[in-house]
């Protein structure tokens, strides 16, 4: 999964970015308002955490020309600002979440992952498809109850996958979903790791079709 972090605040902002990639995810980090605004307007993200408060353009207004073009991958706004009509305005511009400051890293990111799995129809922290099992709170996966030692890598792809089971996944969103910005985006590369998780999951697990991508079943079976 790969976030967009909108936050001015330098100590926030890096033990945020630390905790989401502890957490298994990609994580993109802007710092003012009209960087915020574009960087969520032309990337795909699984999700972004706002500051309400950013130098240049407001994360409200942020987060209204988003809705606005359409972009719809779930917001959770962050922010010093506590009153309850604020969280309400936020709300109805079409954020999915409100967390004010301070706050504790653990709530952040049950929250974050809670509307992750909203936006993809998950409901369960526990992913299943078949004999394998991703547990998305302790990052870890099995099969058959025999755990398996990812990369981190080879846990965001299955974890995308999972996420959206049932959905053929072109190689081309894996490779926009699993890396920051500052990370060459080499679509072959998502052909090795996919080759390395058979080899560690079963060959069964991830199926292929040709020509359009990659699929990991969803009816627990």
Same mark, same amino acid.
């Given at each position: 999964?790969?976030?967009?972090l909108?936050?001015?605040?330098?100590?926030?902002?890096?033990?945020?970015?630390?905790?989401?990639?502890a957490?298994?995810?990609?994580?993109?980090?802007?710092?003012e308002?009209?960087?915020?605004?574009?960087?969520?307007?032309?990337?795909?993200?699984?999700?972004?955490?706002?500051?309400?408060?950013?130098p240049?353009l407001?994360?409200?207004?942020?987060?209204?020309?988003?809705?606005?073009?359409?972009?719809?991958?779930?917001?959770?706004?962050?922010?010093?600002?506590?009153?309850? %009509? $604020?969280r309400? &305005?936020?709300?109805?511009?079409?954020?999915? +979440?409100?967390? !004010?400051?301070?706050? =504790?890293?653990?709530?952040?990111?049950?929250?974050?992952?809670?509307i992750?799995?909203?936006?993809?129809?998950?409901?369960?922290?526990?992913?299943?498809?078949?004999?394998?099992?991703?547990?998305?709170l302790?990052?870890?996966?099995?099969?058959?109850?025999?755990?398996v030692?990812?990369?981190?890598?080879?846990?965001?792809?299955?974890?995308y996958?999972?996420?959206?089971?049932?959905r053929?996944?072109?190689? %081309? $969103?894996l490779t &926009?979903?699993?890396?920051?910005?500052?990370? +060459?985006?080499? !679509?072959n590369?998502? =052909?090795?790791?996919?080759?390395?998780?058979?080899?560690?999951?079963g060959?069964?697990?991830?199926?292929?079709?040709?020509?359009?991508?990659?699929?990991?079943?969803?009816?627990?079976?």
């Open positions: 999964m790969r976030i967009l909108a936050e001015d605040e330098p100590r926030i902002a890096a033990d945020v970015a630390a905790a989401l990639k957490s298994g995810m990609a994580v993109d980090v802007v710092r308002g009209e960087e915020a605004w574009f960087a969520g307007d032309v990337e795909n993200y699984d999700a972004a955490i706002l500051d309400l408060g950013l240049k407001d994360g409200l207004t942020i987060l209204k020309r988003w809705r606005a073009n359409g972009r719809r991958f779930p917001v959770l706004i962050l922010t010093a600002r506590g009153m309850w %009509t $604020e309400v &305005e936020g709300i109805n511009a079409g954020a999915d +979440d409100y967390l !004010p400051k301070p706050f =504790e890293m653990e709530e952040l990111l049950a929250r974050l992952r809670a992750l799995r909203r936006s993809t129809g998950q409901a369960a922290p526990v992913l299943r498809s078949g004999p394998l099992l991703l547990d998305t302790q990052m870890r996966v099995s099969v058959q109850g025999a755990p030692s990812l990369s981190p890598l080879e846990y965001r792809l299955l974890a996958l999972m996420h959206h089971g049932g053929v996944v072109a190689p %081309t $969103e &926009e979903h699993l890396y920051d910005s500052g990370n +060459d985006r080499d !679509p590369a998502i =052909e090795v790791i996919v080759a390395r998780l058979r080899r560690k999951l060959s069964d697990i991830i199926k292929t079709r040709r020509g359009f991508g990659y699929l990991i079943a969803d009816d627990g079976s």
